[in-house]
């Protein structure tokens, strides 16, 4: 199968909506709860997930109605790509804004399908709990969202 690599051709501001989306590999890194060090401003992950990820297939349970759900779920778009810095280092926006390419796990690269993605454990699948039970963050501080694999 012949693969249209816009991603090689495009640069992100040039991408439809389509393309744009098709860029998130569903990792559900990025809908981690995060704090930051009011001195430092230095950024933790945590394994503690937003009410609205699904926690198996690592997407958005309402993806349509997610800011009308969640007051402080962002629009990430190529305009405002430079104030999302946590973004995870796999993170397909992020990587190509640094002018690299998809890893070889990236759904786009395996026929839309992310096996290979949480074999590579790229996704939050078994990772991250749900902050539907009322957790501190602070105790779920964890690095692995910041691993990246080729
Ligand atoms: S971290 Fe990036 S690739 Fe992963 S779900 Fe979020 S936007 Fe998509």
């Known amino acids: 199968m012949t693969i249209n690599a816009f991603w090689e051709q495009k640069s992100l501001k040039q991408m439809t909506r389509s393309e744009w989306e098709s860029l998130c590999d569903g990792c559900g890194k990025c809908c981690l709860h995060k704090l930051q060090d009011e001195d ?6 945590t394994a503690v997930a937003c009410q609205l990820l699904d926690l198996r297939s690592g997407g958005c349970s309402d993806y349509a109605n997610r800011f009308a759900k969640v007051d402080d779920c962002l629009q990430l778009d190529a305009d405002n790509l430079d104030t999302f810095q946590w973004l995870p280092p796999s993170c397909a926006y992020r990587r190509l804004s640094e002018g690299k390419g998809l890893p070889s796990w ?10 290979k993605m949480h074999a590579a454990g790229m996704s939050v699948r078994h990772k991250a709990v749900s902050e539907g039970f009322d957790l501190d963050p602070a105790d779920f501080i964890v690095i692995w969202p910041l691993d990246e694999v080729e």
């Open 106 to 115: 990236h759904p786009l690269l395996n026929d839309g399908k992310k096996h």
């Open 40 to 45: 430092t401003d230095e950024v933790y992950h």
